[in-house]
């Protein structure tokens, strides 16, 4: 095997990896007003996801609202104090699935998209603690294009949503 070789299969490899960081990164979320409450284990958190965007259908709000609720119980920090009850109210604002042929043919075209207002409130008088705003896009196109569903975002917006109630960095 000479250098030559090596270093291409390197530069591939690094730019393959480059590309997979993208569907997975968390996006940091923009703090509308600070989160003046921390999410524990024990805490019970409920999620309610709406769509001011009507291409998210009610099984996809509740899919999400789901996973938000669990991404968010499995990232809780260690118990301090008496438990409280928490309800995670999450407003999708922008939602697109993309167009798989056109991502594919034309990087930068056919993105998946879901932006949305995130509001949390401590229960049960629903006093609001905080609230921030997560925009998660992909437009990367060609074979990585490909295998990127609408199913990896809503995984990484969840994943953002709990890193952002939660605290963690």
């Known amino acids: ?16 990896l480059a590309l997979s960081s993208c569907a997975t990164s968390t996006p940091n979320a923009i703090v ?23 291409r998210m259908s009610e099984e996809e709000c509740q899919m999400l609202g789901g996973q938000i609720t669990q991404t968010v119980q499995s990232m809780a920090q260690p118990p301090s104090g008496a438990p409280n009850s928490y309800e995670l109210a999450v407003n999708i604002t922008r939602y697109s699935r993309g167009n798989f042929f056109a991502r594919t043919l034309l990087p930068g075209t056919g993105q998946i998209r879901l932006f949305g207002e995130v509001t949390v409130y401590q229960m049960p008088k629903r006093i609001p603690v905080g609230q921030f705003m997560i925009n998660k896009s992909f437009f990367i196109g060609g074979l990585y294009g490909v295998s990127v569903s609408m199913n990896t975002i809503a995984n990484t917006f969840a994943q953002a949503v709990a890193k952002a109630v939660c605290q963690v960095r």
């Open 32 to 54: 509308v007003a600070p989160l003046t409450a921390q999410i524990c284990q024990g805490d019970a958190v409920s999620t309610t996801v709406t769509a001011s965007d009507s």
């Open 1 to 16: 095997m000479n250098i030559q070789h090596a270093l291409r299969s390197l530069t591939a490899l690094a730019a393959a």
